[in-house]
């Protein structure tokens, strides 16, 4: 497999999310505490196996045993942000991929010095919007709160900054989601707007990008495959709802009924 092929990834991409239903990883989250029952949700339709650990001690050990890790910024508590230096560095060391995502880096104190601190400790994939990613890299202030004030292709020599300086893959979510192993850039087209009506959502593809991760070592088809899954059951889920409430509902139920045939005939990977 060529991971800059797209006919490549396409394939592999398809037959992940088989291995996936097989498996069922065991993802661990430390994530905020907007999206943590919907992730949890989101994994288990694609038909992963969620567990929201994330106190000290308990969540360092967890990676040990977790086929791949989440660790999200959105709402860092206390406990949570003890948690996460060791439990980055315990998936580390136990070659458990993990997850960042940076929720609001950039004029937010706290969690800045913390995405900083955590990115040095070589994220399997750093996932984020493209304020996120713009902010993370040194390059903007960071966006509007959660939100993305930036276009993802604005943030790509952002993005091949932080993927080249930590060996990290980074995925910059958006209308089209780019997504680069520092060397390699691919694009992924596939998705809905009322993915961004739903809270959470992009926290929840972080979620699946550990799930992929745990199944496939190289990380920018891991990031490309749980991107394209996602975006294609929303696009199937947009086709059935009348709101973004009906949508979030339907996107769960679309997770768990898509299917590889479904994934090779609609993917737009280029
Ligand atoms: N305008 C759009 N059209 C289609 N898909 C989109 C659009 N914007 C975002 N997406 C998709 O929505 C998902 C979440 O991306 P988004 O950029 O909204 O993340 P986010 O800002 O980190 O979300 P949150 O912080 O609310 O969890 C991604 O899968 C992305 O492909
Ligand atoms: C709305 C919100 N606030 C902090 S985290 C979060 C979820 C989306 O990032
Ligand atoms: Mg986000």
Redesign the pocket.
């Known amino acids: 497999m060529r991971s800059d092929d797209p006919a490549d990834v396409t394939d592999r991409s398809a037959e992940l999310l088989e291995v996936l239903r097989e498996r069922s990883p065991l993802v661990q989250n430390i994530t905020n505490a907007v999206?943590t029952n919907f992730t949890a949700n989101v994994l288990l339709a694609i038909g992963a196996s969620p567990a929201m650990v994330d106190i000290p001690t308990e969540a360092e050990e967890f990676a040990r045993i977790a086929s791949g890790v989440l660790i999200n910024l959105g709402t860092p508590h206390e406990e949570a942000r003890a948690a996460m230096p060791a439990t980055a560095q315990a998936a580390r060391a136990s070659d458990t991929p993990w997850v960042l995502d940076p929720?609001a880096v950039g004029a937010l104190p706290v969690r800045t010095t913390l995405a900083r601190e955590l990115v040095a400790l070589r994220p399997t994939i750093v996932r984020?919007?493209a304020s996120?990613i713009l902010s993370l890299a040194g390059f903007g202030e960071g966006g509007r709160g959660?939100?993305?004030t930036d276009s993802p292709e604005g943030a790509l020599d952002a993005a091949l900054s932080l993927a080249r300086e930590h060996g990290a893959v980074v995925a910059v979510?958006?209308?089209t989601?780019v997504i680069t192993d520092g060397r390699q850039v691919m694009r992924?087209s596939n998705?809905?707007?009322l993915?961004?009506k739903v809270?959470?959502?992009?926290?929840a593809?972080g979620a699946v990008m550990a799930a992929f991760a745990s199944l496939e070592s190289d990380a920018l088809v891991a990031a490309i495959a749980a991107?394209s899954v996602?975006?294609i059951a929303?696009e199937l889920a947009a086709e059935k709802s009348s709101g973004p409430g009906s949508f979030a509902a339907a996107f769960v139920d679309e997770l768990a009924r898509i299917d590889a045939d479904t994934v090779r005939a609609r993917m737009a990977v280029a």
């Open positions: 999206a929720v984020g919007n996120e959660v939100e993305s979510s958006g209308p989601d992924v998705g809905h707007p993915l961004t809270t959470g959502a992009g926290c593809l991107t996602y975006t929303a």
